[in-house]
């Protein structure tokens, strides 16, 4: 039952990824803004609606410990991995913006978080809390990134490449991407379930789960919206869904979990945080190694290597 329950839910994720993508496209050029915007937005938000289910969840009913693994996880799981599969699929074109704003502004965000964490990502000795002022500091954050693409809306138009594709009624464009949020959220959630149920006969750590299997299950949204936008050389949604969805994952969803319920912060967490700095880092140098702010297969490979380094090291030292 758990095997057909997670093929069900990559089933789900994939063609929930299919209408979003599409009815995203759709209402980028009814509302004559770029795929850019949608997707550090609309296309971002909804592919981070499993995060946020799982995390608030997990506050809920006491397991936080999971909050800030599967945050941080999901992002290195985004960059590493999701890109580094899409851009093997079809070499993502990067925009000027994406390059010199939103990827510093995703490194800006871990930055964040590392600050407001405390001693335990620093020293190591001790083990601290994202308390309910930090959330509220880290949705300050969230907000200026709302106004700053609500600023790139007015500023920017329908780029050339999104000239591809069928532009439907508005209706109709908002219907696709509901329903693609929706399949999305129950797919996302009957393969994070599935595999935490098999993850658990197996006495895996709450917090390497949560790094790794949650991380990736809640990270499959993104993976199946990227591949089919890359598939579809849509590279700004692509691009624009992992970016935006990084900086969503920090900036709302921990900083909601911490109003909700303060968020531990263990000494073992800096793997994590490391690992999504360099992500965001080696993103941006990638802009500037082979054809310049183009992610090529051979970049988009090393990603994927990385990603695997990094799932060896947490299995290891957790």
Not at 15 to 27: C, N, W
Not at 113 to 128: C, M
Not at 165 to 183: E, Q, R, T
Request: glycine share 10%; proline share 3%; hydrophobic share 55%.
């Amino acid at each position: 039952m758990l095997f057909i329950f997670l093929i069900l839910g990559f089933i789900l994720v994939i063609k929930g990824a299919d209408f979003l993508v599409t009815g995203g496209s759709s209402l980028a050029k009814k509302l004559h803004v770029s795929d850019l915007v949608i997707g550090l937005t609309v296309v971002a938000f909804g592919t981070s609606l499993p995060e946020l289910s799982v995390n608030i969840a997990a506050s809920i009913k006491g397991s936080s410990e999971i909050a800030i693994t599967n945050v941080l996880g999901s992002n290195v799981a985004n960059i590493f991995l999701i890109l580094g599969i899409s851009s093997v699929i079809f070499p993502l074109t990067v925009t000027k913006g994406t390059v010199w704003k939103e990827i510093p502004l995703s490194f800006l965000a871990v930055m964040v978080l590392g600050i407001l964490a405390g001693d335990p990502l620093i020293d190591g000795e001790s083990d601290s809390s994202l308390t309910q002022n930090d959330g509220l500091i880290l949705l300050c954050f969230f907000l200026i990134f709302i106004y700053y693409s609500a600023g790139i809306a007015k500023e920017t138009t329908p780029m050339a490449e999104a000239a591809t594709g069928k532009v439907y009624s508005l209706i109709k464009s908002i219907i696709y991407v509901f329903a693609g949020l929706a399949l999305l959220i129950i797919g996302g959630k009957l393969i994070v379930e599935g595999a935490i149920r098999t993850a658990t006969k197996f006495h895996i750590s709450e917090s390497t789960i949560g790094a790794s299997i949650v991380a990736v299950g809640t990270s499959i949204p993104e993976l199946a919206t990227s591949t089919v936008a890359a598939y579809r050389k849509n590279p700004d949604i692509a691009v624009g869904n992992v970016v935006g969805s990084n900086i969503f994952n920090i900036f709302f969803i921990l900083g909601l979990s911490a109003v909700i319920k303060p968020l531990p912060v263990q000494s073992n967490d800096t793997i994590h945080v490391v690992a999504a700095l360099a992500g965001s880092a080696i993103l941006f140098l990638c802009m500037f190694t082979g054809k310049r702010k183009i992610l090529d297969r051979w970049e988009g490979a090393l990603l994927i290597i990385g990603y695997l380094v990094y799932l060896y090291l947490v299995i290891t030292l957790n």
